[in-house]
């Protein structure tokens, strides 16, 4: 079993659509939780970042992490053409015996047309 | 807004070459590390590192790889005998502190011919 799993997509949707990108995972040692943005043959992105379970905003962007499902989510509410990109999801462990490397899952590609 | 940034964008190189990947983390993060993407698969985790050395590495991280922070700004990776499979996008990233969020750069595209 895969320590992140990442809804795979492809997604499409219409422009101004609320779009929902999901991941589960099996370590219960992760305790940081963040989502990337990824454009192609580009660096990741940070968009956001959360360690609590419950949701965090930014602008049109909501985090929402649930702990004791193992199930973390970002909401993209109306969505821009703009947003096209792939996005990552990604975790962490914090602990004195490592410095706290990312775990990736595999990407869900948005594209959202106009 | 500081930024990682890695040199060169684009590395060509011929198998059994080495080569040196260079990142300039952000100035007050203290945890760096290398991960890698191969075409269209995942981001892997190479290495970490705190303190001048190596906190943690992958399988993948074997004796050709290595790291170092020659001064107070650049970190880098050398892969000492590169090979075929080694072609990949090689992403530096930094944090400022331990298991947090990890501002990645915009990526080194190594192709081993």
């Known amino acids: 079993q895969k320590e992140v799993e990442q809804d795979p997509g492809p997604l499409s949707v219409p422009e101004g659509a609320i779009v929902s990108l999901n991941c589960t995972y099996s370590?219960?040692?992760?305790?940081?939780f963040m989502w990337y943005r990824q454009y192609s043959r580009k660096g990741p992105e940070l968009l956001m970042y959360?360690?609590?379970?419950g949701n965090k905003e930014d602008g049109r962007f909501t985090a929402q992490v649930d702990k004791s499902s193992k199930y973390i989510s970002l909401f993209i509410r109306d969505s821009q053409p703009s947003d096209s990109a792939t996005y990552l999801c990604?975790?962490?462990?914090?602990?004195?015996?490592?410095?706290?490397?990312?775990?990736f899952g595999d990407g869900t590609t948005l594209t959202v047309k106009p | 807004e500081p930024e990682v940034t890695q040199t060169p964008s684009h590395q060509v190189t011929q198998m059994g070459q080495e080569v040196i990947l260079r990142c300039v983390p952000i100035?007050?993060?203290?945890?760096f590390y290398w991960y890698r993407q191969i075409l269209g698969q995942k981001v892997e985790f190479l290495v970490s590192?705190?303190?001048?050395?190596?906190?943690?590495k992958s399988e993948i991280f074997d004796d050709q790889f290595s790291v170092e922070r020659p001064d107070g700004s650049n970190f880098t990776l050398k892969i000492r005998s590169t090979k075929l499979e080694d072609s990949a996008m090689y992403f530096c990233?930094?944090?400022?502190?331990?298991?947090?969020?990890?501002?990645f750069g915009p990526g080194t595209r190594l192709t081993v011919t």
């Open positions: 590192f705190y303190n001048n050395e190596i906190s943690e």
């Open positions: 990233a930094s944090s400022p502190r331990q298991g947090y969020e990890q501002y």
């Open positions: 370590n219960s040692a992760f305790q940081y």
């Open positions: 100035s007050n993060h203290l945890y």
């Open positions: 990604a975790m962490s462990t914090r602990g004195l015996t490592n410095a706290g490397k990312s775990t």
């Open positions: 959360t360690y609590s379970s």
